[in-house]
């Protein structure tokens, strides 16, 4: 029996904020590089979410336990194309003195960030809360 039911979908939601933390930061990372392995300027990494649905155990007639969590369903790349700027010093500029910079928006990125900093937060206290729960229950018979 599983005394602390829905800590399987707090940690599913745990591990995936964890992967947009990490694509938020690589995203920071490059928000200059205007030449990748391609020849190409760094791409925005988007990560999508999605509900999925979880055997947690077995009921007492032998039947499945079923909870939901969440998982990343995809990293993908935005593909809207980055600015244009006039800087004929640079190394990747054109034959104009264009160079095409990342499509990387850091104030943006600072938003996404914060949001995904807050739900993890949330999803620790989740944590917290049930640990209190089982030990305040134990206590209970003493």
């Not at 005394?3 to 990372?29: C, H, W, Y």
């Not at 700027?85 to 928006?105: I, S, T």
Request: aromatic letters at 2%; glycine letters at 8%; hydrophobic letters at 35%.
């Amino acid at each position: 029996m599983n005394i602390m039911p829905g800590l399987e979908s707090t940690a599913s939601a745990l591990a995936a904020e964890k992967v947009r933390l990490d694509v938020i930061g690589q995203n920071i990372a490059n928000a200059h590089t205007t030449k990748g392995p391609d020849g190409k300027p760094y791409s925005r990494q988007m990560v999508s979410f999605e509900t999925k649905l979880m055997e947690i155990g077995t009921n007492s007639d032998g039947s499945k336990k079923m909870g939901t969590g969440v998982s990343v369903k995809s990293i993908t790349s935005d593909q809207k194309s980055g600015p244009l700027v006039y800087n004929p010093g640079h190394p990747d500029a054109d034959e104009k003195g264009m160079v095409r910079l990342p499509n990387v928006n850091l104030t943006h990125e600072m938003v996404d960030m914060i949001a995904a900093s807050r739900s993890y937060e949330a999803n620790l206290e989740v944590v917290r809360t049930a640990k209190q729960m089982a030990q305040n229950a134990l206590r209970i018979g003493r």
